[in-house]
């Protein structure tokens, strides 16, 4: 087992729905620990940049686009196998298979659409640490001490 710490994201509709307790609540129950925390709405210059891997792709835009339309949470969370698991809990990206696969995963129960899927979840070790530092400072991550 290694403690891994990975970047999640509450995206728009899962805020707006009034779901964050539940999708904190879906990590806490699976032993993840939430070590830093925040809301804001990003810039389109956030979003592009957040998400420039995807440049190009067809659905860059429109995910840009909807990145924007309202305030995210940005967490990080810790534990054993932080990215594999956050990703399972996650369940597939697009929700109607995430309903077919994993149908107690957060995007099975609180996403629709590939477009609007709730939840984003660091997909590597190089990728977590990038997405991390995208957002937060050293010191605005608290390591458990109890
Ligand atoms: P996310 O994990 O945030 O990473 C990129 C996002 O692009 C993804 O979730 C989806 O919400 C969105 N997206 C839309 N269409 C696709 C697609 N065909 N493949 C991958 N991601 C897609």
């Known amino acids: ?14 805020v707006g729905n009034n779901h964050i307790g539940d999708i904190v609540s879906a990590f806490e129950k699976a032993g993840l620990k939430i070590v830093a925390c925040k809301m804001l709405h990003l810039s389109k210059q956030q ?12 659905f860059f835009t429109p995910l840009v686009d909807f990145m924007i339309t309202g305030p995210v949470m940005v967490m990080v969370l810790e534990g ?8 399972r ?16 995963s957060i995007r099975a ?8 899927n709730a939840v ?4 590597s070790p190089e990728t977590a640490q ?15 001490t109890r």
Do not use: W
């Not at 979003?47 to 067809?58: I, L, Q, S, T």
């Not at 809990?89 to 107690?104: C, D, F, L, R, Y």
């Not at 129960?109 to 609007?116: L, Q, R």
């Not at 990038?130 to 458990?144: L, V």
């Open 1 to 14: 087992m290694t403690v891994e710490r990975t970047l999640s994201i509450i995206k728009p509709d899962a």
């Open 47 to 58: 979003a592009e940049e957040f998400y420039a891997v995807h440049k190009g792709r067809p």
């Open 80 to 87: 054993n196998n932080a990215i594999a698991e956050n990703r």
């Open 89 to 104: 809990i996650m369940g597939e990206t697009n929700p109607v298979q995430a309903k077919e696969k994993s149908p107690h």
């Open 109 to 116: 129960k609180f996403a629709n659409t590939i477009d609007e």
């Open 120 to 123: 984003h979840g660091s997909d």
């Open 130 to 144: 990038t997405e991390i530092a995208f957002f937060f400072k050293n010191g605005e991550i608290c390591p458990r």
